[in-house]
């Protein structure tokens, strides 16, 4: 059974760079796409984006110039980078696989969630 | 993108009962559409995949359909522990987008 944990600071100044990990462990870090997911307080999820562990990514369009996930075989984990951060990046961040069933992408597992808050 | 639209928004029910949850795509995206639950303070969990199947350990009380540009989900007998939030998520395409959810309330 693959679990997930995320970790790092709950709290980031505006315009610095938030850096979360996430611990992969139960499986294989490799073979699989991993994902980051936020959920701003009372709204739905937002993707964030994914990492292959063999170096390939995919970026939401709209925070792809300030995003930056990366996978470490050798840790078994992952992680996000979010650059120039303000108020509106306040949100429960969550890691999750990008898994297939029946040929459909679902998330089949998420890490328990962190909360950030960004703080001016 | 592909705006995903659930309605509706928040619903009362009793232990019992049958609800219907709704969710449109902006554009078509085959079957390629999932729903999660959510409970207060937790991570989604993955119910229904494919539009129609059911993930492994789900209750049969949950149950999906729709294709396209329209989906449902259905919960049969409600049970006190399906009161939680709802919400469709589409994997056609990039960016992976979800619906805003459905808060399911006791009545």
């Known amino acids: 059974q693959v679990q997930l944990q995320e970790s790092g600071p709950g709290l980031v100044k505006s315009s610095e760079t938030l850096s979360l990990t996430c611990t992969v462990s139960g499986g294989s870090i490799s073979g699989s796409y991993w994902s980051w997911i936020r959920q701003p307080p009372g709204k739905g999820p937002e993707w964030i984006g994914y990492?292959?562990?063999?170096?390939?990514?995919n970026y939401s369009p709209s925070l792809k110039s300030r995003v930056t996930i990366s996978v470490d075989m050798s840790q078994s984990h992952f992680s996000l980078k979010l650059s120039a951060v303000t108020a509106a990046d306040t949100a429960v961040y969550y890691c999750?696989?990008?898994?297939?069933?029946?040929?459909?992408?679902?998330?089949?597992?998420w890490g328990p969630g962190t909360p950030v808050t960004v703080s001016s | 993108d592909i705006q995903m639209t659930q309605s509706p928004s928040s619903l009362s029910a009793s232990v019992g009962d049958r609800v219907t949850i709704t969710c449109r795509p902006s554009q078509s995206i085959n079957s390629h559409l999932n729903w999660y639950q959510q409970k207060p303070g937790k991570a989604p969990n993955l119910l229904i995949y494919g539009a129609s199947n059911l993930q492994s350990g789900v209750p049969s009380r949950f149950s999906g359909s729709g294709s396209g540009t329209y989906f449902t989900l259905t919960l049969n007998n409600l049970q006190p522990e399906d009161f939680a939030t709802y919400f469709c998520?589409?994997?056609?395409?990039?960016?992976?987008?979800f619906g805003q959810g459905t808060k399911l309330e006791m009545k």
């Open positions: 998520q589409q994997s056609s395409s990039s960016p992976y987008t």
């Open positions: 990492a292959y562990y063999r170096g390939a990514s």
């Open positions: 999750a696989r990008l898994g297939t069933l029946g040929r459909v992408g679902v998330f089949d597992y």
